[in-house]
């Protein structure tokens, strides 16, 4: 009898188990290693006898303790047949831990642990004791052999024969199949191509690594470091594993040791260790010797391996001391630390393996990186068929494996490829075929089916499952991965054990301190049961399973003392958020399905809360990972919808999975979306997830672990993906079998805009199999080829290709930059119609049209190389741009290419910059060009390297590229000869030439005949070679310029210079700055045709008249800078004595003293032929002006002398045949004083015709002004004397007027301050006088009253802020008395504004006339008031009535009023309590008696409108006095057809009668209401119906303005009272007046009566469809109506459709505006189509509706004869539409302004053959114009000689516009303003715009913000030409003086 069973007394139950495990020997082995993982049993199972094994087994189990015998206990009843009644024997004696004996009662034998190794230490020698040395090395040989040999069997032990997989049952070995290496680092380690065949995906990838690429002899070679990265589940710990069985099976001999640790049990350790430690204590310790062992060890390192498992599970943090030596201890990943860096063992191999992420820093940066993939198709093909021995269910679950796609992809994990094989072989036998696509849906279900697959049969363990989960929960939390006995129940520990869950193993917590443990079988696992018992746990609510679906970012850091353990805890809860698992959830929760369903609800909607926000790569990864764990289609598509276009993912790594899992997501999206995928590492199958994906439009990879394979697997996947215009591999390592696969992919692409392989160490034969290919991509328009590696015979045949192929369009390259750009033809022959030879015809215009663009920049092109380019380039297209810049041509190669330019048909630039040209080398290019026809500019520069050519397109090329019509080819014929062609320019700068250079340039330019400009600017000629270039310029031809500056000249130079200039007939301008050494000579394109005797037709405005009787062009000299002497000035003046006139001469001396002057000026009778002599900024002495003045009289010809403060004096010069007028004289700022004005005016006394005298900015004082006035009757002036800045005070201002009587001949004057402008004219002509801030005080009122009662002939009189107050103003109203006549007075004081309307009213009151209009501004803050004087009468009875005694009668008070209205009264804003407020408050009345003043409505001009009032307007004016101030309408006054006559004028009331609102009303009883303005107003609740009452009043109410007006709910009571019985009138408008359906019906009943309406505008009133039927509907009547406006409504195309109805029964109809009303094309269509019916329509404006170009059709058709304007912004128009519309109005004789912006017209603009002659502004802005179209269209500006603003900005312009703009600008004379902002246009085109308006153009500015011109070139530019407009704001251009 069994010890055991005789002390437990249960000897039948023992008996019982004995018998029973006998049976099962296998089984009770595999528990007993489960759960004594620490002990050998290995020589105890060597028993004979199997019933001896058994009992030695359970004794074994049995001493281990109760925990350990209960749960072996619980495996023995649920995974064994046991017999129901032992079962219960068993349980009921051993399941509950009764009668379980103590270890001592057992006869266990105890054994001592032995003691705790400290250290190891070498053994000492001594001399006496020791052996010999050589007898000591064999015995430490000896000793490491027995221990290597028992390192290896230990192995065998433990890793030896099949390895079970984790989760699967005994019954379910399987071989081990590797799973996917590849090198994660760009240079391996080792050659990876050993083996392998050249060209497969093994060699190129660094992919699919075998055991000998990891540890063969050469990888010696490489890093000895290696680490291995993978996800969870690719398998990391079982590759480590079935390392060390290969290891002991002796298949890496090269090792003699291999250690394998896993961090998560070096976790456990609570000490330091020593290498000994860890080597020995920890894993196998020598039985002896092992100080012998270490020394072999370390002497053999080469030979040890060391594998760490789980790196990224290392808790502590390594210190930042190392470990100096194997005595030192330290924590484990110290240890690691010091075996990687080498301190530790040095020269032994380190493997590591860990997850994705931020490695730690003790790793080297050198270390070789791996990444797992897992498994692939065929890996997982073959571990299927090896996990299914059976052959039928290997066959039947490869065929469920193949048709389900999404399983197949799961299977790419090895772990889950286990899981998946285990479902299937439970499912196989009652699965019909393609169910598992089904039941296998998700990673979690798979799980699922796991749990019950394991399951038996009928058993649903709930209870231990939700246990389990709770343990591993408990452990997450916890950051707890290994579990001890007491941390597990024992069932529960059963259970797992029983399925798989749970493995076991030894647990070293310190040396020699070894415990069981026990884990869950994978990570993953233990999180679905964590995730199940979120679920299914009632202790766990909604907002705490919230809390856990959250996302993990990838990018992980390794300093936080807790590990993640999390990654796929979301996962699993979005799969068991699935509808699927909700029957599981209920059984395992025993839940209801409402409870259960509200969990996974609060899963759903955390998901929901995460797919809308803004998430990182790895994030988004995550997320797309648990939306399809959830099968929720809704999920799927708000997440989709969240997805930003542009989605990156930089630097972690993507598995097949992640990528079906977003393709999953993406196919729910309906936008596109660009992937962009930096830096991570791929899987080499990955684009494989991503076919079928039709919504990516954008698809880039850049990373170095893309290889063959990875490019074969993209090959596959990018036809199926119908979207995709750009591809991008970059940085990858394709090679040629990669290339040959993408190649046969790309023209299966049909959308393909742009590809990119750069950086991808191409080679020529892939670069040139790449290129062959673009003409079976029809959409591409981009190719990067860039950083790869191109020789030069790659790119000679790149070049070729590029010549040949007809979709290339530019060929760039740039030392390592290769890009090709594409666009499409237009049409080719093939798909044309017609005949053959109309095809050929076409295809041939294809070929002639197409341009090529070549940059072959620093390629190291030599002299050989760029002959063979010049003959590919002579057989091939036109060439748009050449640029060989940055070669080694030298001069050979740079003449060579210079004399093939004219064959190869460049159209625009060719450049040889920085190609080694010398001095010598630049004649030879010069006269290799100097015969090509169309060369427009030459630029050489020899310090900078430069040499450009540019080029004009040939007139046949301009044909073919621009395809204009015929009508546009004889306007080009008819232009040609008015603007001659542009003449090329050369430019030689920085060159250093010299004078002994000249001939050779000069003879190699003498040549040319076509010579334009020609630069030679900053060399070095001197005084030598210009006077030599002088010599040489007749040879040269008629240049329009010539640049010398810079080039060290003398004043001598300036004098040859200036012969030259005199002499030669081409040269109109010689400009020389001295000091600066600025010197040009400029011609021009008339004094060429002057040349050549053929003129230009030109206006009589561009031609002068000279001296000659015959057209003569302008000549002009400027010396600046220069001190100039009395011989110098001879000098000059000798040497411009022959030169024809006109002639301008301008000087800028540093100094002009008396005698020079007077030289130059006795000089002038020589030189008949000057009109302009001007000295600029030049200091001359205080006697000048006499000298000047003098010069009036003495000479003649002297037209105008102009001198300002003594340095600028400019005289202007008439021809001798011109007829007499006027001379001017101006001497401002010369410091005159009184003492000179006598002289001065006896000088000029003698000039007969003097018409002006300026005498500005001087020191006359009161004095000078009286001595003046004294002298101004003899002075002959017959125009304008100014006084300005001379320090007049008021005494002198009322001088002025006590003279103005004396001085009839003075018909203005003007004081300001102490700047005075009286003016004479002999012609009696009304006069006018302006007061400026003289500061007048009370006593001036009398004396400047008198003097202006004195000067009859005054007729306007203004006082601006004066310093008048209300009582100084009053008093001069007073006492002002004239004679019969009209003066009108106008007052500005800064105290109006405040002083109120009746206040102001009573001042007016007082003046002595009759005052026949009132205009008050507070916004100007001004007084206007017209009074008319009656026959003057006796004055002291005009005393008397003025200040009438308190017993006069009151008829001669009545007499002496004089404030009479006309019956026009114009109301001021109504939030004005006293005064006007806001601007253009106004005020207007006049007598209706007054025949001089019509019945118009009063204005003011320049006003604002009522829109531009303020919106804060004080406290609501209360209207009531409003609305008594209104006549009656019993009024005679009303009911009188005819105003009263002139002789009986009516009576009106004394001033008194503005005091209150009963005598306002009594005063407006005389006079009807004709127009009522009351814009902009704040109407108060209470003033609406007197105001209403009011209105009801005015029968003959002409005109009625209530715009911008808020009447709120009581705008119908307003409107019917202002409505009603309203005949008469004429305009009405209530804009901006929000208009409900109510009052909409009351405008519309009073607009049934209005039959004499002419204006109707009801803008921005909120006008529906239905409220237009009845706007309709009313105005049926208004057949008078000439203005509708209803834009900024709703009326939509059935308003529309209602208006086209009644628009023929308005055929008055002059202005229409419907903007911004909805209109669609069915409304559209109708209305225009009524329009044809309206003969006298002018003004039609339509934008800002949907119109289209059906709109734009019926529209052309039916044009009213008589539009002036038409507005069709932003209306959606074609091209159709636009051209047909063009059609329509080319000739329409009264269209003065036309706009069609913001419509996508594609550059299909409207052009005219017959021209619009009263267009006045185009507006094309934002309509997509290119250079093409803007050729078309500058030409039919030349059509339209009244146009004088163009608007073109926010377009596609470019120089090529500008070009053409820069020529027709001179030629329209009345153009004012180009708008070309928002551009493309540079600086030099900005330049020829500069140049078109140097030729006379009267542009006013051009605006060119925002193109691309550089800050500093814009303002060069606009230094020299200010009309150029470079700022965001518009500058504001003061007018000229005089305008």
Same mark, same amino acid.
């Given at each position: ?9 249960? /000897? ?18 595999? /528990? ?51 017999? @129901? ?7 009921? *004696? ?145 590759? *480590? ?37 860890? =080597? ?40 930042? $001391?190392?470990?100096? $030596?194997?005595?030192?201890? +330290? ?26 992420? /931020? ?204 590990? !993640?353990?999390?990654? %796929? ?18 059984? #395992? ?18 998901? /929901? ?64 979306? %660009?992937?962009?995928?930096? $830096? ?13 994906? $039709? ?309 190699? #330019? ?6 334009? %400009? ?21 040879? @040269?031809?008629?240049?329009?310029? =010539? ?39 400029? +011609? ?22 000279? +001296? ?29 004595? *022959? ?30 032929? =000057? ?120 005494? !002198? ?172 009264? #114009? ?45 804060? %307007? ?124 109510? *009052? ?174 009263? =267009? ?24 339209? &000689? ?23 600008? &001179? ?25 078109? #308006? ?46």
């Amino acid at each position: 009898m069994d010890p055991i069973s005789s002390r437990l007394g249960t /000897k039948n139950q023992w008996g019982w188990l004995v018998s029973l495990l006998s049976n099962d020997p296998e089984w009770l082995s595999a /528990k007993v290693k489960f759960f004594l993982p620490n002990i050998d049993l290995g020589s105890r199972n060597e028993a004979p006898d199997p019933t001896q094994r058994v009992l030695l087994q359970l004794r074994e189990l049995h001493t281990q303790g109760l925990a350990t015998w209960q749960a072996f206990i619980h495996c023995v009843c649920m995974e064994l047949e046991v017999p @129901l009644e032992l079962e219960v024997q068993l349980l009921s *004696t051993w399941g509950h831990g009764d009668g379980f004996p103590s270890p001592s009662e057992t006869g266990a034998e105890s054994q001592p642990e032995p003691p705790l190794h400290h250290g190891l230490k070498r053994p000492r020698q001594s001399c006496g004791s020791s052996p010999r040395r050589k007898q000591f090395r064999r015995q430490q040989l000896e000793l490491a052999k027995r221990y290597l040999q028992r390192l290896r069997t230990s192995a065998q032990q433990r890793y030896g024969g099949e390895l079970p997989g984790p989760g699967q049952p005994l019954a379910f070995h399987q071989a081990y199949v590797p799973p996917i290496l590849q090198w994660s680092r760009a240079t391996a380690p080792f050659s990876t191509q050993e083996g392998a065949a050249p060209g497969s995906p093994r060699a190129e990838d660094g992919a699919d690594l075998s055991l000998q690429d990891l540890f063969g002899p050469r990888a010696d070679k490489g890093p000895r470091v290696m680490v291995l990265l993978g996800k969870a589940g690719m398998g990391k710990t079982t590759l *480590t594993r079935w390392l060390c069985q290969k290891w002991a099976d002796g298949q890496l001999d090269r090792f003699q040791a291999l250690f394998l640790f896993e961090f998560r049990q070096l976790n456990l350790l609570a000490e330091a260790l020593t290498l000994p430690q860890l =080597l020995f204590d920890l894993y196998l310790r020598p039985e002896e010797g092992p100080d012998a062992v270490l020394q072999y060890l370390e002497r053999n390192a080469k030979g040890v391996l060391l594998i760490f498992d789980g790196l990224e599970e290392a808790l502590h943090p390594h210190p930042r $001391g190392e470990t100096s $030596g194997p005595e030192a201890p +330290g924590p484990a990943l110290a240890l690691f630390s010091g075996l990687c860096r080498g301190t530790l063992l040095p020269g032994c191999r380190v493997m590591a393996t860990s997850r994705p992420g /931020k490695l730690p820093d003790c790793l080297p940066t050198e270390a070789a990186t791996i990444h797992l993939w897992g498994f692939d198709g065929p890996r997982v093909e073959e571990y299927v068929g090896r996990f299914f021995s059976n052959q039928p269910a290997r066959e039947a679950a490869l065929a469920e494996l193949r048709a389900n796609r999404h399983l197949r992809s799961m299977c790419a994990a090895p772990a889950l490829c286990r899981i998946a094989c285990l479902c299937l072989h439970h499912l196989l036998p009652d699965l019909s075929p393609g169910q598992s696509a089904a039941l296998l849906p998700t990673v979690t279900q798979n799980y699922v089916q796991m749990v019950l697959a394991l399951s038996p049969r009928g058993y649903r363990p709930a209870e231990a499952l939700r246990g389990l989960g709770e343990v591993a929960l408990r452990g997450l939390e916890t950051g707890k991965v290994i579990f001890s006995a007491g941390d597990i129940p024992p069932a529960m520990m059963a259970f797992g054990a029983a399925l798989g869950l749970l493995t076991s193993f030894c647990v070293c917590t310190g040396p020699w301190q070894q415990e069981p443990g026990y884990a869950f079988t994978h990570l993953s696992l233990q999180e679905f049961l964590a995730a199940l018992h979120l679920m299914a746990s009632p202790e766990v609510d909604k907002d705490a399973l919230a809390r856990h679906v959250t996302l993990n970012s990838r990018w992980l850091l390794r300093t936080k003392a807790r590990l !993640g353990l999390w990654d %796929h805890l979301p996962a699993f809860l979005a799969g068991l958020a699935s509808s699927a698992c909700r029957p599981f959830l209920r059984h #395992l929760a025993e839940r209801g399905e409402a409870w259960v369903g509200a969990k996974q609800a609060a899963v759903i909607q955390a998901l /929901k809360k995460l797919a809308t926000r803004r998430l990182t790569g790895p994030k988004v990864v995550e997320l797309c990972r648990c939306v399809g764990e959830t099968q929720e289609p809704e999920l799927a598509s708000l997440m989709a919808r969240s997805l930003p276009c542009q989605l990156p993912f930089h630097n972690f790594p993507l598995t097949y999975a992640d990528l079906a899992a977003l393709t999953n997501v993406l196919g729910h999206r309906e936008a596109p979306i %660009h992937l962009d995928f930096e $830096g991570c590492p791929l899987e080499p199958r990955c684009p494989e997830a991503l076919a079928g994906c $039709g919504r990516v439009e954008s698809l880039s990879f850049k990373s170095r672990k893309c290889g063959d394979a990875f490019a074969e697997a993209l090959s596959r996947s990018l036809p199926t993906m119908g979207s995709l215009k750009k591809l991008g591999l970059a940085g990858s390592k394709i090679t040629a079998r990669g290339i040959y696969h993408l190649v046969q992919a790309l023209p299966l692409c049909p959308h393909l805009e742009e590809v990119s392989f750069q950086d991808n160490q191409l080679k020529n034969q892939e670069l040139l199999s790449i290129v062959k290919v673009l003409p079976c991509l029809p959409t591409l328009r981009k190719l990067d080829l860039s950083h790869n590696n191109v020789s030069m015979a790659t790119l000679l045949g790149l070049t070729e290709v590029a010549v040949t192929c007809p979709t290339i369009r530019m060929l760039q390259v740039r030392e390592a930059d290769l890009i090709i750009l594409l666009s499409p033809p237009t049409e080719t022959a093939a798909e044309q119609p017609g005949s053959p030879a109309l095809r050929g015809n076409a295809g041939q215009k294809e070929a002639q049209s197409r341009s090529l663009a070549l940059r072959l920049q620093k390629c190291l092109l030599t002299v050989r190389d760029v002959e063979m380019l010049i003959a590919q380039l002579r057989e091939g297209p036109l060439l748009e741009e050449v640029d060989l810049s940055g070669n080694q041509l030298e001069d050979e190669g740079c003449r060579l290419v210079a004399e093939a330019a004219p064959q190869l048909r460049i159209a625009r630039k060719l450049d040889l910059s920085d190609n080694g040209l010398s001095v010598a080398g630049v004649p030879w290019v010069l006269r290799a060009v100097s015969t090509c026809r169309n060369l427009a500019d030459l630029h050489i520069s020899l310090m900078h390297k430069t040499v450009v050519l540019m080029f004009a397109p040939e007139p046949e090329e301009q044909e073919g590229t621009q395809e204009r019509a015929a009508f546009l080819d004889s306007l080009t014929f008819r232009m040609s000869s008015e603007l001659p062609p542009s003449s090329p320019r050369i430019r030689l700068t920085h060159c250093g030439l010299q004078a002994e250079h000249l001939e050779q340039l000069c003879k190699a #330019l003498e040549g040319s005949c076509r010579l334009g %400009h020609l630069d030679l600017s900053r060399n070095a000629l001197g005084d030598q070679g210009a006077a030599q270039l002088a010599r040489w310029l007749p040879a @040269l031809g008629a240049l329009q310029s =010539l640049n010398l500056s810079e080039n060290r000249l003398s004043l001598d130079a300036v004098f040859s210079l200036a012969q030259c200039f005199s002499a030669v007939p081409w040269v109109l301008q010689l400009d020389i700055s001295f000091e600066s050494q600025h010197v040009v000579l400029r +011609g021009g394109r008339r004094a060429r045709h002057l040349l050549a005797r053929s003129p230009p037709p030109e206006s009589p405005a561009q031609a002068q008249s000279s +001296g000659f009787g015959q057209r003569c062009v302008p000549r002009s000299f400027c010396l600046r800078e220069c001190r100039l002497e009395a011989l110098s000035l001879t000098h000059l003046c000798e040497a411009l004595e *022959t030169c024809p006139g006109p002639l301008e001469v301008r000087l800028s001396c540093v100094v002009l003293g008396d005698q020079s002057l007077d030289t130059l000026l006795g000089h002038l009778p020589r030189l008949p032929q =000057l009109s302009l002599l001007q000295l600029s900024q030049t200091p001359l002495s205080l006697g000048s002006p006499f000298l000047l003045a003098q010069l009036l009289s003495l000479c003649p010809r002297v037209e105008k002398v102009d001198l300002r403060s003594l340095h600028d004096a400019t005289l202007h010069f008439k021809s001798s045949e011109e007829q007499k007028g006027g001379r001017c004289g101006r001497f401002t700022g010369c410091g005159l004083s009184q003492m000179h004005v006598e002289p001065l005016c006896e000088l000029l006394r003698k000039c007969e015709d003097l018409s002006q005298l300026d005498l500005s900015a001087n020191q006359l004082g009161d004095g000078g002004l009286r001595c003046l006035l004294m002298c101004l009757p003899r002075l002959p002036i017959s125009g304008s004397l100014d006084l300005s800045g001379n320090s007049i005070s008021q005494e !002198g201002a009322l001088c002025l007027m006590e003279t103005l009587p004396s001085c009839p001949r003075i018909r203005e004057a003007a004081v300001n301050l102490d700047r005075l402008h009286p003016g004479s004219a002999l012609c009696p002509l009304p006069s006018a006088l302006r007061l400026r801030e003289c500061s007048f005080r009370p006593e001036h009122m009398p004396r400047l009253a008198a003097g202006l009662s004195q000067a009859w002939h005054l007729t306007e009189l203004t006082l601006s802020r004066c310093c008048l107050g209300l009582q100084d103003l009053t008093l001069l109203l007073r006492l002002l008395r004239r004679p019969e006549g009209l003066l009108r007075l106008r007052v500005e004081e800064p105290w109006m504004g405040r002083a109120g309307v009746l206040t102001l009213l009573q001042v007016c009151a007082q003046a002595s006339g009759n005052v026949t209009e009132i205009s008050i501004s507070e916004s100007q803050q001004q007084l206007c008031l017209q009074l008319k004087f009656p026959r003057q009468e006796n004055p002291e009875a005009v005393a008397r009535r003025w200040d009438p005694e308190p017993g006069a009668p009151r008829e001669r008070l009545g007499m002496g009023w004089g404030l009479c209205f006309q019956p026009v009264f #114009l109301v001021p804003p109504l939030g004005c309590p006293k005064s006007l407020r806001g601007p253009g408050g106004l005020l207007e009345s006049a007598c209706p008696c007054c025949p001089s003043r019509p019945r118009t409505p009063a204005s003011a001009p320049g006003l604002p409108s009522s829109s531009q009032f303020p919106k804060d %307007h004080p406290a609501p004016f209360d209207l009531r006095a409003f609305a008594q101030a209104v006549p009656p309408p019993r009024c005679p006054l009303l009911s009188s057809p005819r105003p009263p006559p002139a002789s009986h004028p009516l009576p009106c009331p004394p001033p008194s009668a503005f005091r209150a609102p009963k005598t306002q009303s009594s005063c407006l009883t005389c006079c009807p209401l004709t127009p009522t303005r009351l814009a902009s107003s704040c109407v108060s609740s209470e003033g609406l119906a007197p105001l209403a009452s009011g209105l009801s009043r005015c029968r003959h109410l002409e005109e009625l303005d209530l715009s911008n007006n808020q009447l709120g709910e009581e705008a119908s009571t307003v409107l019917a009272g202002a409505l009603e019985g309203k005949s008469w009138l004429r305009r009405l408008d209530l804009s901006h007046v929000p208009l409900d359906d109510s *009052t909409l019906a009351v405008l519309a009943q009073g607009l049934s009566h209005m039959t004499r309406l002419q204006s109707l505008c009801l803008s921005g009133d909120d006008i529906g469809d239905v409220g237009c039927t009845r706007l309709a509907k009313a105005l049926e009547a208004a057949t008078s109506l000439e203005e509708l406006g209803l834009s900024h409504n709703q009326i939509g195309d059935a308003g529309a459709q209602h208006l086209a109805a009644v628009m023929p029964g308005l055929p008055e109809l002059r202005r229409l505006d419907l903007s911004a009303n909805g209109i669609c094309p069915a409304g559209g269509v109708q209305l225009v189509e009524s329009l044809a019916l309206c003969k006298h329509l002018e003004e039609l404006m339509l934008g800002c509706n949907a119109l289209g170009d059906p709109t734009a059709l019926g529209l052309a058709r039916a044009l009213p004869p008589h539009l002036r304007v038409l507005h069709l912004r932003s209306s959606r128009l074609g091209p159709e539409g636009a051209l047909s519309l063009g059609r329509a109005l080319d000739g329409c004789p009264h269209l003065e302004e036309i706009s069609l912006a913001e419509n996508a017209l594609a550059g299909q603009v409207p052009h005219f053959r017959q021209g619009l002659p009263r =267009l006045r502004q185009i507006d094309l802005v934002s309509c997509e114009i290119d250079d093409q179209a803007a050729k078309l269209l500058a030409a039919s500006f030349m059509l339209c &000689p009244a146009l004088e603003e163009i608007l073109l900005s926010w377009n596609l312009l470019g120089d090529e516009a500008a070009a053409e703009l820069a020529q027709v600008l &001179p030629r329209m004379q009345r153009l004012k303003s180009v708008d070309l902002e928002k551009n493309r246009i540079t600086a030099y085109g900005a330049w020829l715009l500069a140049e078109g #308006l140097a030729q006379g153009s009267g542009i006013q500015v051009i605006r060119l913000w925002n193109n691309h011109i550089p800050p500093d070139a814009a303002q060069r530019l606009q230094s020299q030409e200010p009309r150029l407009d470079f700022a965001f704001f518009p500058n504001e251009r003061q007018a000229p003086r005089g305008t």
